[in-house]
Nanobody, 123 residues
Framework: QVQLGESGGGLVQAGDSLRLSCAISGRGFSTYTMGWFRQAPGKEREFVASINWYGVTYYAGTVQGRFTISRDNAKNTVYLQMNSLKPDDTAVYYC?????????????????WGQGTQVTVSS
């Protein structure tokens, strides 16, 4: 069974940086595509970034140039470095795993999800 656990959320000010981590237990991590999504109160869950097993990345336009997704297959961990944070980035951030090698921005194409970590950006 694959389990995901996010960490690194918190309360920061606009313009600050934050790094989220997602630790994955279970087999097969190195072959999964990993994604980050977020959900703000009253809104649908939305795609943030993904990285496939050979390191190709894909970003939402709203975070392109500010956020960086990376993975360490030896540590079974995926990261989301968030720079120049804005109040609009406030949300619960979720890590997700997809059992295919292609990147995807669709919630329904991910097979495993973490519980989420809160990121709050004050103005």
């Amino acid at each position: 069974q694959v389990q995901l656990g996010e960490s690194g959320g918190g309360l920061v000010q606009a313009g600050d940086s934050l790094r989220l981590s997602c630790a994955i237990s279970g087999r097969g991590f190195s072959t999964y595509t990993m994604g980050w999504f977020r959900q703000a109160p009253g809104k649908e869950r939305e795609f943030v970034a993904s990285i496939n097993w050979y390191g190709v990345t894909y970003y939402a336009g709203t975070v392109q140039g500010r956020f960086t997704i990376s993975r360490d297959n030896a540590k079974n961990t995926v990261y989301l470095q968030m720079n120049s944070l804005k109040p609009d980035d406030t949300a619960v951030y979720y890590c997700a795993a997809r059992k295919y090698s292609s990147n995807s921005a669709l919630v329904g194409q991910y097979d495993y999800w973490g519980q989420g970590t809160q990121v709050t950006v004050s103005s």
